[in-house]
């Protein structure tokens, strides 16, 4: 069992990292916490119940490789990079909460850019990491080659191009 603490009640580090997972807090709270494996993202709200997940999100194909949330002022979701490549999103609604059973993420979003070759299922050799920035309402995502830096658009998850690189 893992347990995330920090001096003065306040979290320092945002995430724990293990070969099989990681933990991470959802911004902006200090209950929820998302169970992140392979084959699945459980959202738990440790106020209301420590047992059964508040969310309990599956990809229908590929492996989860690394997920991440983005909160609004009236808007929260979950971005999750698959192994194929696909960025899947899903905003976190009632009709998505594991009261109604795990919830498949089928919603892709589109990244339409010149370096992500789509080859044999996979999107530019398969997805690596994502993550969201709130202070730069940035969001980050690799693959093996190259390093996407996009602006998100809160009301429906579309994606506006800042910078490519392919060398950091």
């Known amino acids: 069992m893992c347990v995330l603490a920090s ?32 084959d699945f993202v459980k959202v738990y709200d440790l106020a209301a119940d420590a047992l059964s997940p508040q969310y ?20 929260r979701a979950m971005l999750a990079m698959s192994s ?21 993420v089928t919603n892709v979003i589109e990244v339409n850019h010149q370096d992500l070759k789509d080859s044999g299922g996979q999107v530019a050799g398969g997805g690596v990491s994502v993550y969201y920035s709130h ?3 940035l969001l980050f995502f690799s693959f093996p080659l190259p390093l996407l830096l996009l602006k998100v658009n809160h009301q429906d998850l579309s994606l506006s191009l800042c910078r490519s690189t392919t060398r950091i």
């Open 7 to 38: 001096p003065h009640g306040k979290r320092q580090h945002l995430a724990v990292s293990h070969e099989k997972g990681k933990a991470l807090w959802l911004p902006g709270s200090q209950t929820e916490l998302a169970i992140v494996t392979a």
């Open 56 to 75: 309990y999100f599956l990809l229908p194909s590929g492996r989860l490789r690394d997920c991440c949330f983005v909160f609004s002022d009236d808007q």
């Open 84 to 104: 194929s490549g696909h960025l899947y999103a899903q905003f976190m609604q009632d009709y998505s909460r594991a009261v109604h059973g795990p919830f498949y």
């Open 135 to 137: 202070a730069l309402q």
